[in-house]
Structure formats: C-alpha cells, structure tokens
C-alpha cells in the first residue's frame, strides 16, 4: 500500500519550455506533498509542502513564480518548472503523507529527471 | 532545524550485519529519529522511526541511545539489495511534516 506515483519519469526539453511534472497517490488520501530537487551526487532538497486546497509554502530561495505547484485533489499535485533554462535540470521528486503529523512517514515517488538543453 | 551527523559512506560485505551510526547531540525531548534510505536513480523510503525505545521492522533495526544523542540503524543480513544512501532525520516536532535531508550515508554491498 501506500503508492506514490510520478509522471513522466524523465523529460528532455529546449531551453525555454515549461514542464508540468503529476505526482499522484494511488491507493491514500494525502491531504499533504512535497516536492523536492536533487542535484547529482547531493541530498535531496525541500523545494514546497503542498496543501490539498490552498496555497502552497515553498521553502526559502525557491522561487513561486518559477516552480508553480497545484494541489487541485486528495491524490493529485502537480509541478510547474515556467521558463525552464539549463539550471533547472535536475532530479525532481515528491512524497505524500496518508495523515499529518512527524509519527507519518513520507511515501516518494520514484522521481523525474529534468533535462533541459 | 536539528541537525545529524553520518558517515559519509561503509561498507559491508553480502550476508553481514551492518551498523549505520547517526549523531543528533542537540535532539529535543520530543524529536523523533527517522531512517529513510534511497537506491540509485528511485525516491527515498521509509525505513524505521523511534523515540526512546529500540524499534524492529522487517526491514531493520533501531538502536536509540540512553540520553538519546545517537542512533544506530542495523541491518542484520545485508543484501546487494541494501546498497543505497541511508538518512537518518530528526523530525522536529514544532515543524511538524517536515522532512529535512542531511548528507547521509553511502552503503557499499561487496559480494
């Protein structure tokens, strides 16, 4: 149980375009997700928490404008990388919690891999 | 947020106990030890959580130090299966969902 899926699992784009990436929990309600970035050979860093229904909270630095988030169901979020540049490549991942608080472990989904040219 | 300290990588040979050590000396009364480790090119997943007490899973152990500054993950055979980067993570409760990476440690399985 507690599956999380992500699609697609690898994008490879021109400079410029925008990339929506889904994040969907298969068998669990989360009314909570998160998404994370990882660059090569580095740890995983908190990008936002995703609230079913409001507002995302992105984390210091990151930039709202930029990665769009959208929370629109209890199993659906997504991620917009707007205006996409070869920075922004990367390996891009979420989680989903089945209920809120620190005793609920996070379940991932196996990550997209952004490739911008 | 409350930090931890790995190794940044071990190694273990197949079919050997393996003792993954985490340093949290500033953890707080209320803050709980989580483990999720990551295989190369997949998401994290979870692996155990604690307070005080050892905990056991299918997947592994925990070994949760008296005054609670260290942690010890233990898996009791290792497989080729095991090799990935284990995070130990302090879930802080005032944070509440958050989960905050460290570095962690990259687990080499020999055959």
């Known amino acids: 149980g507690a599956v999380v899926s992500q699609h697609p699992s690898r994008v490879i784009c021109k400079s410029g375009t925008s990339v929506k990436i889904e994040c969907r929990s298969l068998?669990?309600?989360?009314?909570?997700m998160f998404w994370y970035r990882q660059f090569p050979k580095q740890s995983l860093m908190l990008m936002a928490t995703?609230?079913?229904?409001?507002?995302?909270?992105?984390e210091q630095g990151v930039e709202k404008d930029k990665f769009l988030i959208n929370h629109a169901s209890l199993t659906l979020s997504t991620l917009t990388v707007t205006s996409a540049h070869p920075e922004d490549s990367s390996f891009y991942i979420c989680?989903?919690?089945?209920?809120?608080?620190?005793?609920?472990?996070?379940?991932f989904g196996d990550g997209t891999r952004l490739s911008i040219l | 947020d409350a930090k931890t300290t790995q190794p940044n990588s071990m190694e273990s040979n197949e079919e050997e106990p393996v003792h993954l050590p985490c340093n949290h000396s500033t953890i707080s009364g209320t803050d709980y030890i989580h483990w999720y480790r990551q295989l190369p090119s997949q998401g994290p997943e979870y692996v155990i959580h604690?307070?005080?007490s050892n905990v056991n899973n299918r997947m592994a152990s925990l070994a949760i130090a008296e005054d609670r500054k260290s942690s010890t993950l233990i898996l009791h055979r290792a497989t080729l299966r095991d090799a990935a980067v284990y995070y130990c993570?302090?879930?802080?409760?005032?944070?509440?969902?958050?989960?905050?990476f460290g570095t962690g440690t990259r687990l080499q399985v020999f055959p």
């Open positions: 989680s989903a919690q089945t209920g809120t608080g620190i005793l609920q472990p996070q379940h």
């Open positions: 068998d669990f309600q989360a009314t909570t």
């Open positions: 604690g307070l005080t």
């Open positions: 993570i302090l879930r802080v409760y005032h944070n509440t969902d958050k989960l905050i």
């Open positions: 995703s609230n079913e229904g409001s507002k995302a909270t992105y």
